[in-house]
DNA sequence: TTGTAGGCGTTATCAG
DNA sequence: CTGATAACGCCTACAA
């Protein structure tokens, strides 16, 4: 029953037949008679063999495993995204038989991403978010292996699978400006990420659509602290606002708490929405409107590509379109 | 610069010595004349050589990997209990040398796990969490692979690392009884979580320990949903109790939520703490008292024991006592 | 259809 | 201290 160490050689002595014909007969390759087959398959089935990856790995140059680029901000550290992004990324890896390395990079330090990379112990690499300099990125296209980032960006060599945030953040805000809202506040994170930029250029975009223009006196970016939200919140009111859009739903908490504080009522006083929803939102009274994508779903697109390029097709950059706007209390 | 493909025969032949001595200066093993090591190391640095970790992994039969097995129920997908550990561990297996391959297993799909152990993909893994019918701890044991536990189990074989959750869950309640409240509600997850028993352990213990008894009628456990929550905390309303201790601080946000739906002021009306805090009850209102582990340090600690295992060393279970009490406003 | 032999890049063994 | 040579387990021309 546990019969671990047992290797292709063993199989072929069994059969009395060559490490060539058992070989051909799993992966399928080269022509095999059908009684050879079986007689080997049902052999391998009993014995419970499995073919030694890293042998494999030597004689073909490929691990069979898929790196992923996870950031490890201060901030990253706490958001649901990327576990999520992952659970889809690894559904389809398994259902390819690939696994999944992890490459955690904080700050600029590539270490651990040279080190699959150098060290060959990954076939390609998914990058879990763009970046305005993007060291990893710019890492990758030259080491040379196939990758594919989450996010948009610039280069156009790169193989992007992203949501459609500009679209969606441009819905939202064109739909809070279509209730009458004039003096929208924005407040979003680092400047660095280019999902930052993405959502502030959909918030503009709502604008210009409508003839109106962004002030900027409202815009508050690169708060990669939720500490300094209670000021802001206080100086956005003496501004005399209509309502608030935060990028992200740690954000949308905080300013929550933070009118609370000040007595501020949400709806009657002042709108809250957040571009991003996660369960951090979902118990918070009033609840959030906000915008609702499918990460997930979104992992998996970036890994069932990746594997595309892996496998020499050629495959193309992706926009997924399905988001969903959440229309709940904090607007009404 | 990028001479990605050489190989130690490239540097061997470069310097006019064999293969084994270049291997033997790298790895250090052997005796290897100073001047010989020095060209060696002088020669890899300048081109930039790195062994190739397949081969290396085949001959000695080793992967420089370890595995991580991470549950994806509907719960702990958005828990940040399990990044952060994660993070913790990569702190520790990258100063080794090592890189770690996930596992995400949802419900009793062991394929993935299976995948890794059969494949020799790793040296030895980490089980993130115990359970009561721990069928991944089973098979891990089973299979012989080398693996350490997060969290507490029966079973006197199997190593674990694990914070102490009964005394910092007694501690917390103690203090709560301490302050003259004698009807303490509880509320929980999975009892198939061995956490979930640990916690509810030390809520008893806090009890005990005073001579007083624990109000059956006021422990909820399996909440697996908080869905539910609304209803209970109704239920509890009526029975007229002291304060609510919540297993994690996504049960309390809700259990806040539903209060303020109802009008419960805490904490004039009603005290609420949780056995686990993490950012999602960071912008609450009011501020809930909980318990603080370092999720991190788990991780690490985890991660430091399983390599001292890989590396014949015996390791021993370690329980980590540095936990915080966090005392805040829903308790005053 | 099947088998033989060589190679993938390292490490380990055993001589020198 | 150093060097051939044989594993490690699998894949793939090339032959048969």
Same mark, same amino acid.
């Given at each position: 029953m !546990?019969d671990?160490?047992?290797?292709?050689?063993?199989?072929a002595?069994?059969?009395?037949?060559?490490?060539?014909?058992?070989?051909?007969?799993?992966?399928?390759?080269?022509r095999?008679?059908?009684? /050879?087959?079986?007689?080997?398959m049902?052999?391998?089935?009993?014995?419970?063999y499995?073919?030694?990856?890293?042998?494999r790995?030597?004689?073909?140059?490929?691990?069979?495993?898929? $790196?992923?680029?996870w950031? &490890?901000?201060?901030?990253a550290?706490?958001l649901?995204?990327?576990?999520r &992004?992952?659970? $889809?990324?690894?559904?389809?890896?398994?259902?390819?038989?690939?696994?999944?390395?992890v490459?955690?990079?904080a700050?600029?330090?590539?270490s651990?991403?040279?080190r699959i990379?150098e060290?060959h112990?990954?076939?390609?690499?998914?990058?879990?978010?763009?970046?305005?300099?993007?060291?990893?990125?710019?890492?990758?296209?030259?080491?040379?292996?196939?990758?594919?980032?989450?996010g948009?960006?610039?280069?156009?060599?790169?193989i992007t699978?992203? *949501?459609?945030?500009?679209?969606? &953040?441009k819905?939202l !805000?064109s739909?809070l400006?279509?209730?009458g809202?004039?003096?929208?506040a924005?407040? $979003? $994170?680092? /400047?660095?990420?280019?999902?930052?930029?993405t959502?502030?250029?959909?918030?503009?975009?709502?604008?210009?659509s409508?003839g109106?223009?962004? @002030?900027q006196?409202?815009?508050?970016? @690169?708060?990669?602290?939720n500490?300094?939200?209670?000021?802001?919140?206080k100086?956005?009111? #003496?501004?005399?606002?209509?309502?608030?859009? &935060?990028?992200? @739903?740690?954000?949308?908490?905080?300013?929550?708490?933070?009118?609370?504080?000040?007595?501020?009522?949400i709806?009657?006083d002042?709108?809250v929405?957040?571009?991003y929803?996660?369960?951090?939102?979902?118990?918070t009274?009033?609840s959030? /409107?906000s915008? *609702?994508?499918?990460?997930?779903?979104l992992?998996?697109?970036?890994?069932? !590509?990746?594997?595309?390029?892996?496998?020499?097709e *050629?495959?193309q950059? #992706?926009?997924?379109? *399905?988001?969903e706007v959440?229309?709940?209390?904090? !607007?009404?």
């Amino acid at each position: 029953m !546990t019969d671990d160490k047992i290797t292709i050689d063993d199989v072929a002595k069994a059969l009395g037949i060559s490490k060539t014909t058992v070989s051909r007969a799993i992966s399928g390759k080269g022509r095999v008679g059908n009684s /050879t087959r079986a007689k080997v398959m049902e052999f391998i089935e009993k014995h419970n063999y499995r073919p030694n990856v890293m042998a494999r790995a030597l004689a073909q140059q490929r691990t069979f495993n898929i $790196g992923v680029v996870w950031p &490890c901000d201060y901030n990253a550290v706490d958001l649901p995204f990327f576990q999520r &992004c992952m659970i $889809g990324m690894s559904e389809i890896t398994s259902s390819f038989g690939y696994d999944i390395v992890v490459s955690l990079i904080a700050g600029d330090d590539l270490s651990s991403l040279k080190r699959i990379i150098e060290n060959h112990k990954v076939d390609g690499v998914v990058l879990t978010r763009t970046m305005v300099n993007d060291t990893p990125a710019m890492y990758l296209k030259e080491s040379g292996v196939p990758f594919v980032a989450i996010g948009k960006t610039d280069d156009p060599d790169i193989i992007t699978v992203d *949501n459609d945030n500009l679209g969606a &953040c441009k819905e939202l !805000t064109s739909i809070l400006l279509a209730k009458g809202l004039r003096k929208l506040a924005l407040i $979003g $994170g680092s /400047t660095n990420h280019i999902i930052t930029r993405t959502r502030y250029e959909g918030f503009v975009d709502a604008f210009e659509s409508m003839g109106l223009e962004v @002030d900027q006196n409202l815009v508050y970016l @690169d708060i990669e602290n939720n500490i300094k939200i209670g000021g802001i919140i206080k100086t956005l009111l #003496k501004k005399n606002i209509d309502g608030v859009i &935060c990028m992200d @739903d740690s954000i949308a908490g905080e300013v929550i708490s933070r009118c609370r504080d000040e007595h501020i009522r949400i709806p009657d006083d002042l709108r809250v929405a957040s571009f991003y929803n996660s369960s951090l939102l979902e118990s918070t009274v009033p609840s959030v /409107t906000s915008l *609702n994508f499918n990460d997930r779903n979104l992992g998996a697109e970036a890994a069932r !590509t990746l594997l595309a390029i892996i496998a020499g097709e *050629n495959a193309q950059s #992706k926009m997924l379109k *399905n988001y969903e706007v959440i229309l709940k209390e904090s !607007t009404k």
